[in-house]
């Protein structure tokens, strides 16, 4: 039986699947998704190979709680910066702000490539549904506004974040980034004047 280093076998179990992802993540952040494989891992976390299909059933089951992992945070991060604010205008514009400060912490580059190519059907259907429920948030703050065009609006809006994201995977400056799609999130959300 291996040796345990925590205070109970369930403690153990979740520190050593931290640190699992944790060199799962660091690999990818390296050396992308091709140099992730089982050895790599292990080599990093200091653990035999074979150990660590003890955590998890294959590669495709680590990517995924490598990119799932993250979420939680981001998504509480950006519901705080919406709570933070009293009016909806300014309530849109903290969910991009917040997007895109999450976005610029350095993981968004490779967890989009791997949303985009190495995850499992399954996993990518996870993706998709903690994606949904950031929208749900700023789709609230939308509806708040009473706009003739909400859903047109959150389409919009997550268009500016989604773009403005790629410019921050791209190198641009988050400052640079964050003020330009918050000036252009409160012009789409003042309403006209004849």
């Known amino acids: 039986m291996p040796k345990i280093e925590a205070g109970s076998v369930r403690e153990h179990r979740a ?3 931290a640190q699992l992802i944790d060199a799962a993540e660091a690999i990818l952040t390296e050396g992308g998704a091709e140099a992730l494989t089982a050895g790599a891992v292990a080599a990093r976390a200091g ?9 998890f059933d294959s590669i495709d089951d680590l990517l995924e709680l ?20 009293t009016t909806p205008q ?14 610029a912490r350095g993981t968004h580059r490779w967890w989009a490539s791997l949303s985009r190519g190495s995850l499992s059907p399954s996993a990518r259907e996870r993706v998709k549904n903690l994606h949904t429920s950031l929208h749900e ?12 065009q909400p859903e047109l609006t959150v389409a919009v809006l997550q268009a500016v974040v989604d773009a403005c994201i790629r ?20 012009r789409l959300l003042t309403p006209d004047h004849p």
């Open 90 to 103: 300014d309530r849109a514009a903290a969910y991009v702000r917040a997007n895109l400060e999450q976005a």
């Open 47 to 55: 653990i035999a190979r074979n150990s660590i299909y003890r955590y």
């Open 66 to 85: 490598v990119v799932t992992r993250g979420f939680p945070a981001w998504i509480d991060a950006v519901q705080q910066a919406i709570a933070a604010e």
């Open 137 to 148: 948030a700023l789709a609230e703050v939308v509806r708040e506004l009473d706009h003739p």
């Open 167 to 186: 410019r921050i995977d791209q190198g641009d400056e988050l400052a640079t980034v964050s003020d330009f799609a918050s000036t252009a999130t409160r």
């Open 15 to 17: 520190q050593r699947l």
